[in-house]
């Protein structure tokens, strides 16, 4: 029988490979499917490229490929005989062969036990070989096959506590001696004793003294405190305050130098008041946790999970859970979201077989294929079954009903995504917005010249700029895909109630005093809509008129409406830390949308454009000298000059100040000095050019003189591309196409290949989603796009500005760094909350705490 295995093996040893460092195994899911080990037909993993595929979907790789030899892994799930030990460890047969493969979490480890099965099987003719076979397989084959089921999964999660040096327990930790001395730690408020630092705290165990740490090399840290005071008391453990969790805190002993384990640390700390096991408030149902350092949102938590209600399940297609792979809820939301529009579903799902048949070898590496997969694992009904009549009737027996679908894991969609990204390829939690623009950048450069799903996003923004004193417009406009609307805490409908809670807060911060019940603000729609309309100033605008810097104000407008509307609430700020920090507040987001007052208009009558000149590159000191004189003296506002001039600033820059802001205040005076005080000639006299019309350009012009805006990018920019190799020509088309942004150009370059220029491609030129909020974004771009255009611009779809609210992501927690999301999206006339894994018919669905709300097009009709 040997022989007869050795020689069967013969023709297709050359595509058997033994796996090697850095080759990734997949062994635990297919790349077409959610097809696991666990799955009926099982997996089947090649033994040439190491890509797992389901049954249906191996057939297709043998196809394209020719390799014939596959490993199938099967794991057979049964529950454990009546009367078997609770708690027991899973009982593995063939230990060996899945040794790296993950439990399935959905099954519980006390309740079932696995059998775990491996053959290999020769194409086209399906012929088996039951594992282990040393004896009589080939030696490279055997080596091959157990290198392939000790393979860790290509996946699974690296243990980074293995690289760490392992921490001791304090020899101090069981014979502690702590100071009666009265003292309590309130949960929050914490400040030095000596200094008023109130970050890097540490409290001492002995007598409860709040000290900070050491200094750092980059300036944070704390002032050295804490171990001042071990040298004075010789007390000799501390702990870290925003550290305590239900789980521990990070304990460092001055003796000993070290950081240590204190198996006493609940006792030690309720000493002093502070009850770790009351911490668990923290955890919600799903084990994520709130930020440490801020007061946990309870009732937040609760409202947007629609916690305490007694929630319906509800399965098939649509009604697909997706997995938290830890800190990964803003993917699933996002991907809920996303494939409930049809023109998503029609892409990826829709052309599911044409995807797959033309997929790369490596169909892990390919983002169609990916979107695909996971597209039809939410909609295809497959994985969101509900529980067997006898299944029910056994568990309600048993008092311990607790079915819910499996839902299905996006760490292929996850990885890939992610990859080379800073922070989408960590495992942190990360902000929604910023991964669904990030999505949408991926699905436009991945549909050039194909349909593209993220049309439905795409709008165009009127941008309107006037010059405070020429009273000049020009208007250009850009792409969009997403509106930031501003939240005016200062429209509170309970304004009162905020300031006395904020009253409170600072009292309790003093005094040492836990922090009064937080207070929600209460902010109307409308006046968010109000502030997002309200024009606004722009950071160092140069006016064409005038041939200098001057105030200019800008407003935005829609040039056209998208199918689909995303508004995100601008729900966070950065802390003093640079850590996002949300607002807690609550706005009534309508159900019904109209937005066709915000339509673009263009030009109007009696309305003078700027002149289409660009700032000039190099402005020599001569050239102010010589300006000097060359014009009548400006009429200036000498009052609101003095009173600027009162304030301390330079007489000559408040006279510059009123004059570029038009005479329009001292207050608007002063924000330009604000804007202009760094900057080297601040305090020089005021220098004004010709106001004669300088007419347009030559080569002859001084060096200094302003350009027609109509001219070449700047030559420093096309060099720097040049220099990487790119033809000049394509540089400069690069540079026009993105507003002379360097970054967005090369992007540009790589997805608009020379060779193939053309219309539908130029179509595509400026399709980068810009993150700025729509009414501040400080976009001065002069290139104009129309949807008019035959040739160029952007494809956008434009139709009447009423929307209707399907669809919301909610965010828990204090930061976009932690906490959790949920979304909630409606359905046949019904609201449904996806979390995670979990699908349930909404009973109240919190739109006033969402995030980001997604509106689709109402119909004319």
Same mark, same amino acid.
């Given at each position: ?86 708690? #027991? ?34 194409? &086209? ?100 405190? #804490? ?50 096991? /009351? ?33 319906? #399940? ?80 056994? /568990? ?8 819910? /679908? ?10 890939? *995504? ?65 509106? /930031? ?83 995100? *609430? ?95 205040? &001292? ?51 096309? #060099? ?142």
């Amino acid at each position: 029988m040997a022989a007869d295995l050795g020689e069967l093996l013969v023709p297709y040893m050359p595509t058997i490979r033994v796996p090697k460092t850095g080759d990734r195994v997949f062994k635990s899911e297919c790349t077409f499917s959610f097809d696991s080990p666990e799955s009926e037909g099982g997996l089947y993993v090649c033994m040439n490229t190491f890509l797992g595929f389901g049954r249906e979907h191996v057939e297709r790789h043998y196809r394209k490929t020719g390799q014939s030899v596959y490993m199938h892994l099967k794991r057979h799930v049964k529950e454990k005989a009546t009367g078997a030990a609770g708690g #027991a460890i899973p009982r593995r047969r063939n230990g060996k062969v899945f040794l790296d493969l993950e439990l399935n979490r959905d099954f519980n480890g006390e309740d079932y036990e696995y059998e775990d099965e491996a053959k290999l099987v020769i194409f &086209p003719d399906h012929f088996e070989i039951p594992l282990p076979n040393i004896e009589e397989l080939p030696a490279l084959v055997t080596i091959a096959c157990d290198a392939v089921l000790n393979a860790p999964s290509a996946y699974k999660k690296q243990e980074a506590e293995s690289w760490e040096e392992e921490i001791q327990v304090s020899r101090h930790a069981r014979s502690l001696r702590q100071l009666d001395n009265g003292v309590r730690i309130p949960p929050s408020g914490w400040k030095c004793q000596k200094c008023e630092m109130r970050e890097n705290l540490w409290l001492n165990l002995t007598d409860g003294t709040v000290l900070c740490g050491k200094w750092f090399f980059d300036g944070s840290g704390g002032n050295g405190h #804490a171990l001042e005071h071990y040298r004075e008391t010789n007390h000799p453990l501390a702990v870290k305050l925003d550290t305590i969790t239900p789980d521990g805190a990070d304990v460092y002993s001055f003796e000993e130098e070290e950081a240590v384990l204190d198996p006493n640390i609940s006792d030690h700390l309720a000493h002093f008041g502070i009850d770790m096991l /009351q911490m668990l408030q923290k955890r919600t149902e799903n084990g994520h946790h709130t930020d440490n350092n801020a007061r946990p949102r309870v009732s937040e938590w609760e409202v947007i999970q629609e916690s305490g209600m007694k929630l319906k #399940a509800v399965y098939g297609s649509g009604y697909t859970g997706v997995k938290n792979l830890g800190n990964s809820c803003y993917l699933g939301t996002v991907m809920q979201v996303l494939f409930s529009i049809p023109d998503f579903q029609r892409m990826y799902v829709g052309n599911l077989q044409r995807i797959y048949d033309y997929s790369p070898l490596d169909p892990s590496q390919d983002f169609a294929t990916q979107m695909a997969k996971l597209g039809h694992g939410l909609l295809s009904g497959q994985f969101s079954k509900p529980p067997m009549k006898s299944e029910l009737i056994e /568990q309600v027996m048993k008092e311990e009903y607790k079915h819910q /679908q499996k839902g299905v894991s996006p760490r292929m969609l996850k990885a890939l *995504v992610g990859r080379g990204h800073p922070e989408f390829s960590s495992n942190r939690q990360q902000d929604a917005h910023e991964f669904l623009l990030h999505i949408i950048n991926l699905v436009e450069r991945n549909s050039a010249g194909s349909e593209n799903p993220s049309d439905v996003f795409r709008f165009l923004v009127e941008e309107r700029v006037q010059c405070c004193q020429s009273r000049r417009v020009r208007y250009a406009e850009r792409v969009d895909y997403c509106i /930031q609307l501003p939240t005016p805490i200062e429209a509170a409908t309970n304004r009162e109630e905020l300031l006395a809670y904020e009253a409170k807060r600072k009292d309790a911060e003093e005094n040492m005093k836990a922090p009064p019940e937080p207070v929600r603000a209460r902010i109307p729609f409308t006046a968010c809509l109000q502030a997002f309309t309200e024009p606004e100033n722009v950071p160092d605008f140069w006016s064409s008129a005038l041939q200098a810097k001057s105030a200019g104000v800008k407003t935005s407008r829609f040039a056209s409406f998208p199918e689909y509307l995303i508004v995100q *609430v601008k729900k966070f700020t950065f802390g003093v830390d640079w850590v996002p920090k949300k607002l807690d507040l609550a706005i009534d987001v309508p159900d019904f949308l109209d937005l066709n007052r915000l339509r673009a208009t263009g030009l109007q009558a009696g309305e003078e454009e700027l002149p289409d000149l660009m700032p000039p590159i190099v402005l020599p000191e001569d050239t102010r000298d010589n300006s000097m004189g060359s014009v009548d003296s400006p009429e200036i506002d000498e009052v609101a000059v003095m009173q600027l001039a009162e304030m301390g600033f330079p007489l000559e820059a408040c006279r510059k100040a009123v004059y570029y802001t038009g005479n329009m205040g &001292p207050e608007m005076a002063f924000n330009w000095i604000i804007a202009h005080m760094e900057e080297p000639d601040f305090a020089e006299p005021l220098a004004l050019p010709s106001m004669m019309d300088p007419g347009p350009s030559t080569s002859d012009s001084p060096m200094g003189a302003a350009t027609p805006l109509a001219n070449s990018p700047p030559e420093e920019s096309i #060099a720097i591309l040049t220099s990487m190799g790119f033809p000049r020509t394509h540089s400069i088309q690069a540079l026009k196409a993105t507003n002379n942004n360097l970054e967005r150009a090369l992007d540009w370059i790589f997805t608009h290949p020379e060779e193939e220029e053309s219309d539908v491609l130029s179509d595509m030129a400026d399709t980068e989603p810009n993150d700025n909020a729509f009414s501040n974004a400080n976009s001065h771009s002069d290139s104009t796009l129309s949807p008019d255009r035959e040739t160029s611009g952007p494809r956008v779809k434009d139709g009447p500005g009423r929307y209707e609210l399907f669809a919301f992501i909610s965010h828990m927690g204090a930061s976009t760094m932690s906490g959790h999301y949920v979304c909630h999206i409606k359905k046949e006339g019904r609201w449904l909350i996806y979390n995670d894994h979990k699908v349930c018919l909404s009973e109240r669905p919190p739109k006033d705490l969402g995030y980001i709300y997604f509106y689709h097009r109402l119909s004319s009709s």
